[in-house]
């Protein structure tokens, strides 16, 4: 592979990533309800790997003694370094995280202790959230054992049943995400059960028109190629072997499920039965939003901590 084809290469693990997150510029991570201990114990390591900077919104009694469990001294921390704002109500958290990145004086959303439905709320209010016009979708990155680079997988947590123009929505904020840690020409893999057009499954016919358009200049900045099974799109043998010729094919750098039963289901699959390490954000907004889940670890959370600094220079 030359250069432009092998882009993943310059990252092929999630500490490589973090460690490019030190290169760039200290930017502030706005958390909305940061009274969790899985949360405060991300906060703790990445200020103690100097990743970034945060401002906490929650009740403060409740973080202080989260924090204070996990040896985590706050008031230690420079006010430019950490800042902590009480709130009352978790809504509340959740309009003031919002408001302090739509004003600027923080630059990522986080979430914290509060439902997905609720942050997404905010952060989608037509007076002070952050609106694009576009989908909101989920964009997850993995480290998986024994495999050499890195891959991305959307949408595994945000929209159902996506529509051939959402399919290509999503595909551009993955690429958005992927473009903004190097990878300048992604190889996208529509995911399908089988590598060929069947009229009697429509995710297949949904993946030759995006492969289409892509080629014709709809969707841009990626190389797209589909209906393709998993096998076919991360294995070169696999794709030797059903004689696929395709610069996609055992190459993929982004795979693009079929619905979010089919990306769900791949996700946990990667993370409990492959032992993946993963980072994930949602793209489509003004800035990246880090939507961890309570099942998360500590490390994954630093990871998609990082995974947010990195990509966003790209938004």
């Not at 993943?8 to 309800?33: F, H, P, S, V, Y």
């Not at 990522?108 to 609106?131: F, Q, S, V, W």
């Not at 797209?224 to 998993?230: K, Q, S, Y």
Request: charged fraction near 25%; glycine fraction near 6%.
């Amino acid at each position: 592979m030359g250069a432009k084809e092998a882009d993943m290469g310059t990252i092929k693990t999630l500490n490589e990533l973090k460690d490019k997150t030190k290169q760039e510029r200290k930017q502030m991570i706005a958390i909305a309800n940061a009274a969790d201990t899985g949360i405060l114990q991300a906060v703790k390591m990445a200020l103690e790997d100097g990743l970034c900077r945060f401002k906490l919104f929650g009740d403060k009694n409740k973080m202080e003694k989260d924090a204070a469990e996990l040896g985590f001294v706050m008031d230690q921390w420079p006010s430019e370094e950490l800042i902590i704002e009480h709130t009352e109500q978790i809504d509340e958290a959740a309009v003031a995280a919002v408001r302090s990145v739509s004003s600027k004086e923080a630059d990522i959303l986080m979430k914290g202790d509060i439902a997905t439905k609720n942050i997404l709320k905010a952060a989608l209010n037509k007076e002070y959230g952050l609106r694009t016009g576009k989908i909101l979708s989920h964009v997850a990155l993995f480290e998986i054992p024994n495999q050499e680079r890195l891959i991305f997988l959307t949408d595994a947590a945000m929209n159902i049943a996506p529509d051939l123009q959402q399919k290509a929505e999503i595909i551009n904020n993955a690429v958005q995400i992927a473009q903004g840690i190097g990878v300048e020409v992604p190889k996208v893999a529509a995911i399908t059960p089988v590598e060929v057009v069947n009229q009697a499954m429509p995710s297949t016919i949904d993946a030759a028109v995006l492969t289409q358009m892509q080629r014709r200049n709809q969707i841009k900045g990626c190389i797209i190629d589909g209906p393709l099974a998993f096998d076919n799109a991360v294995s070169i043998t696999a794709a030797n072997q059903k004689g696929i010729d395709s610069k996609v094919a055992g190459h993929a750098d982004i795979l693009l499920a079929s619905s979010i039963e089919a990306g769900n289901a791949l996700y946990k699959s990667f993370v409990y039965y492959a032992q993946a390490k993963v980072a994930a954000v949602i793209s489509g907004a003004k800035v990246p939003i880090i939507l961890t889940s309570r099942a998360d670890t500590a490390e994954n959370k630093l990871y998609s901590i990082s995974l947010a600094l990195v990509s966003s220079k790209s938004f």
